[in-house]
């Protein structure tokens, strides 16, 4: 029986169904493999570490392959991972990422300004402890002192988040979306889901115009490998500055928050320049998408 591409067939409904399926099936017993590995001791962050990594893999990093498998008769293809990506692209869209630091801290504080009605307070309070948690887990992850502690955090921060999530969201589901609606509407909807999944109301916004430039940055370049060149670029960053910031790294550039408060300047400038950029980036990327 051949099983490559035999749901090639599949409508949107179906497909959404079976990425749904697929991802918790893998997330569940990669889970179940974490935690018989660690005997269900989470309390050191190896353990943390390790149940991180296998639910990145059960979650974001298997499914797409088996889904693109089982929808294609060229998967590779299918997830646009199978050519090399145009070098001026890539530098491109690193250069953007860095660019929108000061832009991404000015929009993380105009969403953490937004504050639910009074009768949702509970709800906002709730939202906020689950956020301080999510923090203070991130934060003990990234306080290393060793450079095997930080390739550590490089891979399982920056490298396999970047992998995976591209080729989740934009790699499948971007390419889902777009088969039934406009691909404006395809890349937006999936950048929300982005935004959503991680959990984090209070930096929704600066998550989700995140997801869409890189919903973009795939769209107009037809090649995964930009947007997760982009993607890793965001996420080192800050593995890098933790790293270094008790060298002194915090004194002389403040990058958390840059672009908050008295820097708003700053912020506004970053978006600015951001935006010539991504005008630049459409303008001279290879492929062109009709949008």
Avoid: C
Wanted: aromatic share 12%.
């Amino acid at each position: 029986m051949k099983i490559k591409g035999i749901f090639g067939h599949s409508g949107l409904g179906s497909r959404v169904l079976q990425l749904v399926g697929v991802s918790l099936f893998f997330m569940l017993l990669f889970s179940l493999i974490s935690l018989w590995i660690t005997n269900g001791n989470l309390s050191d962050i190896s353990s943390i570490k390790l149940a991180q990594f296998m639910q990145s893999m059960g979650l974001f990093v298997i499914p797409p392959f088996l889904l693109a498998y089982l929808w294609s008769e060229k998967p590779l293809e299918y997830l646009q991972v199978d050519r090399k990506p145009s070098s001026k692209d890539v530098l491109v869209a690193i250069i953007i990422m860095l660019s929108a630091v000061p832009a991404i801290n000015l929009l993380g504080e105009i969403n953490h300004a937004i504050h639910f009605p009074d009768s949702l307070s509970w709800l906002e309070n709730q939202l906020v402890d689950m956020e301080e948690k999510a923090e203070d887990l991130t934060l003990r992850m990234l306080d290393v002192d060793t450079l095997t502690g930080l390739l550590i955090n490089l891979g399982l921060i920056a490298i396999i988040p970047a992998v995976g999530e591209e080729l989740f969201f934009r790699g499948i589901l971007q390419q889902i979306l777009q088969n039934k609606f406009k691909t404006h509407a395809a890349v937006w909807i999936t950048a929300i889901i982005f935004s959503a999944i991680h959990f984090q109301f209070f930096g929704f916004i600066p998550r989700m115009l995140m997801g869409a430039l890189l919903g973009y940055m795939f769209l107009w370049t037809g090649n995964i490998w930009v947007p997760v060149a982009a993607h890793f670029t965001n996420n080192a960053a800050a593995v890098l500055y933790y790293y270094f910031k008790g060298d002194g790294a915090q004194q002389a550039l403040d990058l958390e928050n840059i672009g908050k408060s008295e820097t708003y300047f700053a912020g506004i400038i970053s978006m600015m320049l951001v935006s010539l950029l991504i005008y630049y980036f459409r303008k001279h990327t290879k492929r062109s998408s009709a949008v």
